[in-house]
């Protein structure tokens, strides 16, 4: 074996999905098709509990440096750094559960920092092209191998092909063609036409229109631009200068499962849709969350019976929730005078504040619960916040101070502590707390248990 786990692609989930291996104990090997790092502009934030989940691996001085240049970046392109649905611009952040502004590539370099600190190798400049699987593992290209395999490739994986995952959703419905743009002369308002839409901030520009047919490949040109705020606004715009050219499209598309034998899938390998609302990093993230620890201990030959189905089972409806808000939000986004009435109703609902909450939540996923084999009593299932713990001398400290490892956690309160023996703190780390608990946490972050009778059942399945 050249690794325990073979992760396909360096891009965000590929990366992240290493470390966590790396950090449970498995040996990854990653394969990049790219020569080196896309400097591609795509995500321009991490949701919330993507971002809650970096602190816990450390990356909170990072993550809030970048944040305050990424705010920026965003009120200078929208005029606002108000949360959106369906470019509906309303949305109230929660001071208690930020996002985090950061550009893709950036977050990238972060991630890849992270991964070779951890020891993680990473081989750029190979696609990977070929797999074989059998009873022992997958075969790569015909000379890596490895026990299992994950596509971690993107929208187009070529390792969901390969292995032949089911990839159902719909069609697009609308298309966008954007850049960085210099415009010679007038430029028309941004906002919705009669045709479609034309975004304009800041040095971002771009066109969506109905789908269609038509399914255009290759750079993005200065006179395809051009046209497209023509056909959509009815003026004649000069395009002076264009870098950063991108066409995305909003198909809804998620394999039927998430693993094959000893395939798997995550993050936009998994599941496509748009990025209205920006929740392709936070899904995609959350996968590898869930994924890694559990891979791991199926490669170290102690994971409980069914850890390994469980990542299907709590993931797909995780995506699947994603999909349906997109696709709603697609439906907002459509021309036609109907959806701006519907539109202006949205936006009305948007002021009062609980749906302000609800609209938001859709999109951070703060509300989804990992359904639970046991019973495990309130919150158990919803992924836990930042806590503020306060230790029997009244030492304060934060959650993510004590998750850089990877481990799961049992925070326990002076009436519980009986509940921890040896052979739970070989399985956990078992932290004293006199403010919240007691609470069974995962190395990704759900709540497994709390407080409801004895955490033995929680252990057992997961540890
Ligand atoms: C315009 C736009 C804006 C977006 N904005 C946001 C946002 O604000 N917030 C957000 O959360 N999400 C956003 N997204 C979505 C986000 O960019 C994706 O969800 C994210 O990139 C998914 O990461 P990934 O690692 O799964 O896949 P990718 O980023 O696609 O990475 C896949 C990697 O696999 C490599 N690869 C592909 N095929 C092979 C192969 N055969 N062999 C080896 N390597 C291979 C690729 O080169 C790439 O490095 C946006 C997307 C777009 C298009």
């Not at 081989?123 to 015909?142: M, W």
């Not at 409980?304 to 699947?320: K, Q």
């Not at 934060?398 to 070989?426: F, I, K, Y």
Request: glycine residues 12%.
């Amino acid at each position: 074996m050249d690794a325990d786990v073979i992760v396909t692609g360096a891009g965000p989930v590929g990366l992240f999905l290493a470390a966590e291996l790396k950090l449970a104990g498995a040996e990854p090997l990653v394969l990049e098709r790219l020569p080196t790092p896309s400097e591609e502009t795509k995500a321009r934030g991490l949701g919330v509990l993507a971002t809650e989940l970096l602190r816990r691996r450390g990356f909170g001085d990072r993550l809030a440096e970048a944040d305050a240049a990424g705010t920026r970046d965003l009120a200078r392109d929208h005029g606002t750094t108000l949360g959106h649905f369906a470019s509906i611009h309303k949305l109230v952040p929660d001071p208690d559960r930020p996002r985090t502004n950061i550009w893709q590539p950036q977050l990238e370099r972060l991630l890849t920092e992270h991964a070779l600190a951890l020891g993680v190798r990473i081989l750029r400049g190979h696609e990977v092209t070929t797999i074989e699987s059998d009873d022992d593992g997958v075969t790569v290209n015909g000379r890596w191998r490895g026990r299992c395999l994950v596509g971690c490739d993107g929208g187009r994986s070529t390792v969901r092909k390969l292995a032949g995952f089911a990839f159902p959703g719909t069609p697009p419905l609308l298309r966008t063609t954007a850049g960085r743009v210099r415009f010679a002369g007038d430029v028309p308002a941004g906002g919705r036409y009669p045709a479609g839409a034309f975004m304009f901030g800041g040095s971002m520009a771009g066109f969506t229109e109905p789908a269609g047919d038509a399914d255009p490949d290759g750079p993005v040109t200065a006179a395809e631009l051009a046209d497209g705020i023509r056909r959509v606004t009815g003026t004649e715009v000069v395009v002076e200068e264009l870098t950063d050219g991108r066409r995305f499209a909003d198909q809804a598309r998620q394999a039927a499962t998430y693993r094959m034998g000893n395939v798997f899938l995550a993050g936009d390998a998994a599941h496509v849709h748009s990025p209205s609302g920006g929740q392709g990093l936070n899904l995609g993230l959350l996968d590898a969350a869930n994924l890694g620890w559990k891979l791991a201990a199926a490669v170290r030959g102690d994971a409980p019976e069914g850890l390994l189905d469980s990542y299907t089972s709590e993931r797909h409806p995780a995506g699947e929730a994603v999909l349906r808000n997109t696709r709603a939000q697609s439906a907002l986004l459509a021309p036609g005078p109907h959806v701006d009435a519907l539109r202006e109703i949205v936006a009305e609902l948007m002021d009062l504040p609980e749906a302000n909450r609800y609209f938001a939540g859709l999109l951070s996923g703060v509300h989804q619960r990992c359904e639970l084999p046991y019973a495990a009593g309130e919150p158990a299932g919803t992924y836990t916040p930042d806590l503020e713990l306060i230790d029997d001398d009244g030492r304060v400290t934060r959650l993510h101070e004590h998750t850089r490892t990877g481990r799961g956690l049992l925070l326990l309160t002076p009436d519980t502590r009986h509940l921890a023996d040896e052979r739970v703190g070989m399985r956990v780390d078992v932290v004293p707390v006199t403010n919240v608990g007691p609470l069974l946490l995962r190395p990704d972050g759900v709540i497994a248990w709390a407080g409801e009778g004895s955490p033995k059942a929680a252990l057992d399945a997961w540890f």
